[in-house]
T-cell receptor, first 106, second 112 residues
Framework: KNEVEQSPQNLTAQEGEFITINCSYS?????LHWLQQHPGGGIVSLFM???GKKKHGRLIATINIQEKHSSLHITASHPRDSAVYIC????????FGAGTRLTVKP | DAGVIQSPRHEVTEMGQEVTLRCKPI?????LFWYRQTMMRGLELLIY????????DSGMPEDRFSAKMPNASFSTLKIQPSEPRDSAVYFC??????????FGPGTRLTVL
């Protein structure tokens, strides 16, 4: 079993839909990261969380430390949100989920 | 700041050759990470440095891989000798403490 599990693996949505991507982990962590990787390959860090909730524009990330679970939400999704979203947990090192490929259709 | 800078952006080499990848972290950042990404294994942490000192190299695949950070503004990842299975995108990232990591554009390595 992977230490960081993401679901779903693939997600297709219509423009405007509310998106949720989930991440569960089984190790102790100091922080959890949500990364976005565009088709061109570049990686951007969206959020770093150690507790609670963060919001940036249409993106919201939450974490429940007791349940070892985090969610990334996208409100009013847009085709430019199409990317792979990767959950990563950090303690002394970094462990990555396999990623969720999101496609938003116009 | 220009962000994390990596060079070269693309490298094609033949099996057995030495490959050196370079990274310039964001000025002021005290952590530097080297990652590898393949279709089969996704993103993997290879090694990371804190204040130029290697902290954890348990992700380095084997002795053919080595990484150095001679000063706060430069790091190298060397593969000698290279093999086709080393073909991947290699990312460098830096952070200040445990804050957000900033990724470089990556180096796409192809070993023929």
């Amino acid at each position: 079993k992977n230490e960081v599990e993401q679901s779903p693996q693939n997600l297709t949505a219509q423009e405007g839909e509310f998106i949720t991507i989930n991440c569960s982990y089984s190790v102790g962590i100091s922080a959890l990261h949500w990364l976005q990787q565009h088709p061109g390959g570049g990686i951007v860090s969206l959020f770093m969380l150690s507790s609670g909730k963060k919001k940036h524009g249409r993106l919201i990330a939450t974490i429940n430390i007791q349940e070892k679970h985090s969610s990334l939400h996208i409100t009013a999704s847009h085709p430019r949100d199409s990317a792979v979203y990767i959950c990563a947990v950090r303690n002394n090192d970094m462990r990555f989920g396999a990623g969720t490929r999101l496609t938003v259709k116009p | 700041d220009a962000g994390v800078i990596q060079s070269p952006r693309h490298e094609v080499t033949e099996m057995g050759q030495e490959v050196t990848l370079r990274c310039k972290p964001i000025s002021g950042h005290d952590y530097l990470f080297w990652y590898r990404q393949t279709m089969m294994r996704g993103l993997e942490l290879l090694i990371y440095f804190n204040n130029n000192v290697p902290i954890d190299d348990s992700g380095m695949p084997e002795d053919r891989f080595s990484a150095k950070m001679p000063n706060a503004s430069f790091s190298t990842l060397k593969i000698q000798p290279s093999e086709p299975r080393d073909s991947a995108v290699y990312f460098c990232a830096s952070s200040f403490g445990t804050d957000t990591q900033y990724f470089g554009p990556g180096t796409r390595l192809t070993v023929l």
